[in-house]
């Protein structure tokens, strides 16, 4: 074929399907094995597994791009699609790059797996106008709708209405549609609730920076569990080693991809079982838990002990001044304060005298909280579920002071009328992170 001309199309009317075109052109089978060329490279497929954490076994396989140029050295995916230059020339390698896919997807092919199948974000916008295509190569290779996963990068496409027809079209088809590489670049949140996304594959920059920060490790399960509220399964990617599979546990993450688990490679290579790898990262998950409990109960159990005298002190009559006096004696321990039943604050907070904090004076308007209400605080509802039971918050945000707080809290009675007894700390405690 011509390469000046290779991609002008003529109209839609004239010409064969595009299926019929790429399987003329420029794919072959060979002993069950699809591959093609594009200008000078030659191409096939690779796998990679996708895990369900809970289930421990793969539940679908991204299929991936491999190609070598006229030399037979590899190139990379970005290499082969700048090649091709022109928004025809996309499409016909995106085309042929998810028939190669689709044919060489048997020798994994189960019901209970599913092929995520990557659209170039061009091919995703104009497609459209290149004719009918997607329907027909499921049908071509015997795929249903349901088995397959298509992935697409949102955040290279600006053009709000064209990405939603496009999710619909999959949608309609019977696919599942994934957001990936949520976290890279623009994503936002509006377009999660706009386009309902069965899945979203959080970008690798997410995972790294949890790694090598503790914030971010905190905010991780945070942002899993909003996605969670949307409706959206999640799939961390990137995950290299075991510390970041356990990350991946840790975040309640519903599936994860990576080289820890599994490199890409050609279908029938990919029969390893996963059992051995999932069974060492459970035990290294228990394990982790158990210094994690180990560490917190360390830093908070004197703490504990002794906001619990201060409540049962409160609870029998004593002024909170005096019975939170031996509290103060504790490391890091900042305040006490009292809330009624409906979450109103009684009376201003009881400062420690051993614990001072300054409060810039661009806070200065949250300073006074005698009457704030509370009662959407973890910390209350928690106290009102469970009385007379300790509750201990996460770490957050506190818009007393403007920093990082852990509030102890417990539910009361006084003179029979039901308190909420409350203790800030500073966080992060000694032995905790």
């Not at 069965?198 to 090598?212: G, P």
């Not at 996605?227 to 399964?233: M, V």
């Not at 890409?264 to 069974?279: H, I, K, N, S, V």
């Not at 009675?413 to 308190?419: D, F, S």
Request: with cysteine.
């Amino acid at each position: 074929m011509n390469a000046s001309a290779e991609f002008i199309l003529p109209p839609l009317v004239q010409r064969r399907s595009f299926l019929d075109q790429l399987l003329h052109d420029n794919v072959q089978e060979q002993d069950g094995l699809a591959t093609a060329t594009f200008k000078e490279y030659h191409l096939t497929s690779a796998y990679q597994p996708i895990f369900g954490l809970a289930h421990r076994r793969a539940v679908g396989y991204e299929a991936l791009l491999r190609a070598t140029d006229a030399a037979g050295m590899p190139v990379s995916p970005l290499e082969v699609f700048a090649s091709a230059e022109t928004t025809a020339g996309i499409v016909h390698l995106d085309r042929t790059c998810r028939m190669l896919h689709a044919g060489n997807w048997h020798a994994l092919a189960a019901p209970d797996r599913w092929l995520f199948l990557n659209i170039n974000p061009r091919v995703v916008v104009e497609g459209s106008n290149y004719g009918p295509f997607f329907a027909e190569l499921l049908s071509h290779n015997g795929l249903a709708p349901a088995q397959v996963v298509v992935e697409i990068l949102e955040n290279e496409i600006t053009d709000e209405g064209l990405l939603a027809d496009a999710v619909s079209y999959y949608r309609n088809l019977g696919c599942l549609v994934a957001i990936d590489d949520f976290g890279a670049g623009h994503s936002n949140f509006d377009r999660i609730l706009r386009l309902a996304p069965d899945m979203v594959k959080l970008d690798r920059s997410l995972l790294q920076q949890a790694r090598q920060h503790p914030l971010a490790r905190r905010m991780l399960p945070g942002l899993v569990a909003l996605l969670h509220e949307a409706g959206c399964l999640v799939v961390l990617e990137g995950i290299e080693d075991e510390t970041e599979a356990l990350l991946a546990l840790e975040a309640d993450a519903d599936f994860a991809q990576g080289y820890f688990f599994a490199r890409p490679a050609a279908a029938e290579l990919l029969a390893g079982d996963p059992t051995a790898t999932f069974e060492a990262l459970g035990r290294a998950a228990r394990a982790t838990l158990r210094d994690d409990i180990a560490s917190r109960t360390t830093a908070l159990q004197p703490c504990i002990d002794a906001f619990s005298r201060c409540a049962a002190d409160y609870a029998a009559g004593v002024e909170l001044a005096a019975a939170s006096s031996t509290l103060f004696a504790t490391p890091k321990v900042l305040r006490c304060y009292v809330l009624d039943a409906a979450g109103i604050q009684v009376g201003s907070n009881v400062l420690s005298h051993t614990m001072t904090t300054v409060l810039e004076p661009r806070y200065q308007p949250l300073r006074e909280t005698a009457g704030c209400d509370w009662s959407g605080r973890p910390y209350f509802r928690r106290a009102l579920g469970e009385p007379g039971s300790v509750q201990v918050t996460r770490p957050y945000f506190s818009v007393t002071d403007a920093a990082m707080n852990i509030t102890l809290s417990v539910a009361v009675h006084r003179g029979g009328v039901l308190h909420v007894v409350c203790c800030d700390m500073r966080y992060p405690l000694d032995g905790m992170e």
